[in-house]
């Protein structure tokens, strides 16, 4: 964190000799990442000054003085009474499934891979209807505070579907890892996959923006072919992608992709960040794993909790762990509710195991502080980017704005705790991702947003009709051909005849 002192003649002289677009916070409450002692650092009525895409300075009041004087081309921005946290990072999504949006809100995860899910909905999609959902799930995301997202892209069921959720990745203006996933999909296999993963790696279309690509796969574990995992890691490490992702859900669910799988393929350890999404039922030795090669579990709690991938101990490794949403058609899709859900079911488990044993805990598992550093740094982290999900000189200007005088925050003095526990997404003023305004005023600022809505309606009515008519799945006796499937019990909430399950309105 730089001070007053430090305006240094580098600063000077880089403020002074790039002409470059320049904006200046000032007066506001800044939620800071101090890097040498790894702690948060609140700044009241402080300045941020970002160049281009990076923050460049941030300090307390008073001390930015000189900067502001020497360029006048500096926009400067009255932030008083006002907050700002870096963006919100999301390290699990499926943007192209915008489309879905209230069609599944009572699904199974049973029903969903039936249904919903990359071996099914690819049947149906149109390159121009990923590409519209791709990006308006985008905007979705960046109003509601979150600039970085790892999209683990399983819409790729052609050369063209998967290059048009590329491309509304690159559109969108979002910082997003776009992670190619390979599967044997309807007329195009992992064969077919490689060349135009290869093609698209070559090309670079993305390199001007903030999005940079990965590699998704999930089929490291239980009975890996050994073959394929080479030629997808092979091309992982030949393009050097910015992460590898897989759905790891073990316990009966069975697709286990657990960092075990890895370790047994010797590919756990290695520069590139890998992301296990859910990780439900990680063992102990998967934990131990985890840490002793630094990657990153993505917990996403709606869902784990909406499907019942459930979590019994992620608790335990919330040092290897950030937050992600998964498929955000079905429930909330911003990560500030993501990181209040978390925060209070890890209250709720931790005291349950007190309360169990006919105890009292007095103390409280889990602070704010936490849930903030799970929404930011910790993204920041399970990605490999140090420069992400921090307010820090030096850090990547992907920032979020919040009225501190909204009704829901009026008298707040701990803007962590505010932000966590009192916020909603409609307090976010501002979202800037590389330094860019995304989100302004409390509204899209970005050219064409009426015509990105008025596309993605026509995309999502005609995916909402072919899904009206799309017959149920059957469950079926077993998941997956593994363990049997059985009916959990639904609730009755009316007092009455039957059990007031109710419709569902689509
Ligand atoms: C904030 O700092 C500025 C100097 O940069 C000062 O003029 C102003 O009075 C301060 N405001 C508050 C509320 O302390
Ligand atoms: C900005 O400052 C430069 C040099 O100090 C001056 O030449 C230029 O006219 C100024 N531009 C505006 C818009 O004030
Ligand atoms: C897959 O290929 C077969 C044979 O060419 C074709 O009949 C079918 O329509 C294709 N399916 C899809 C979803 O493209
Ligand atoms: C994809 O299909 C090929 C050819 O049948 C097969 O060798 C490979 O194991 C399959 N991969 C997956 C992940 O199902
Ligand atoms: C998909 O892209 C690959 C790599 O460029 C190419 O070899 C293949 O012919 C393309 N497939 C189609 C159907 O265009
Ligand atoms: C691979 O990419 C990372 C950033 O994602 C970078 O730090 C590293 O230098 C790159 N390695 C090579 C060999 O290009
Ligand atoms: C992981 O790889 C790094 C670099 O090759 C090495 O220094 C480290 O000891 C390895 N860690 C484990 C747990 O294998
Ligand atoms: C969701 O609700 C509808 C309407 O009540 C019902 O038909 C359907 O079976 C439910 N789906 C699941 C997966 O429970
Ligand atoms: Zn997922």
Known sequence: MYRGSFLSANLLLLLTSVKAASILFQGGIIIAFDKAS?????????????QNDRIVQVSDAGSMKAASSISNQTQVIDVTGKIITPGFIDTHRHGWQTAFKTIASNTSLVEYF????????????????????????????????????????????????????????????????????????????????????????SRGDYKNSPTTIGVAYDFFGPAPNVNEVNAVIGLAKEFNVSVIT????????????????????????????IVFSHASFLTAQGASLLRSTTQHISTTPE???????????????????AIGIDTHFTYSSDILTQ????????????????????????????????????????????????????????????LVVWDGDSPSLLGWVDPVAAVILHASVGDIEAVLVDGKWVKRDGKIAVQ???????????????????????PLPDPGQTFNGGFPIEKAEQVDVLRGPGDGYGNVFV
């Open 246 to 273: 897989t759905h790891s859900l073990q316990g009966p669910w069975g697709i286990t992709n657990s960092p075990e799988d890895f370790e047994s393929l010797g590919i756990l350890n290695m520069s590139t960040p």
């Open 38 to 50: 790894e702690e948060l650092r609140v700044i009241r009525n402080g300045s941020l000054l970002v």
């Open 339 to 398: 990181a209040r859900i978390w925060l209070q079911q890890t209250r709720y488990e931790l005291y349950s195991d007190v309360l169990e044993r006919w105890r009292v805990p007095p103390n409280n598992p889990m602070s704010v502080y936490q849930a903030f550093l799970m929404a930011t740094r910790k993204g920041g982290l399970a990605l490999r980017r140090d420069d992400l999900g921090v307010i820090a000189e030096g850090a990547k200007a992907d």
């Open 114 to 201: 039936g249904r919903y899910g990359e071996f099914v909905a690819g049947d149906f999609w149109t390159a121009d209807d990923v590409y519209n959902s791709q990006l308006a799930g985008l905007y979705d995301s960046v109003n509601g505070g979150v600039t970085t997202t790892l999209d683990h892209a399983h819409h790729t069921w052609s050369n063209a579907t998967a290059e048009a959720g590329l491309k509304a990745s690159i559109d969108s203006g979002a910082r997003v890892f776009w992670s190619y996933a390979f599967h044997n999909v309807t007329n195009y296999t992992v064969e077919d996959q490689l060349p135009n993963f290869r093609d698209i790696a």
């Open 448 to 470: 064409g947003y009426e015509e990105v809505k008025r596309k993605f309606l026509e995309t999502a009515k005609r995916i909402q009709e072919i899904w009206r008519n799309l």
């Open 303 to 321: 869902s784990e909790m909406h499907y019942g991938h459930t979590h019994p101990k992620s608790f335990y490794i919330q040092d290897q762990s």
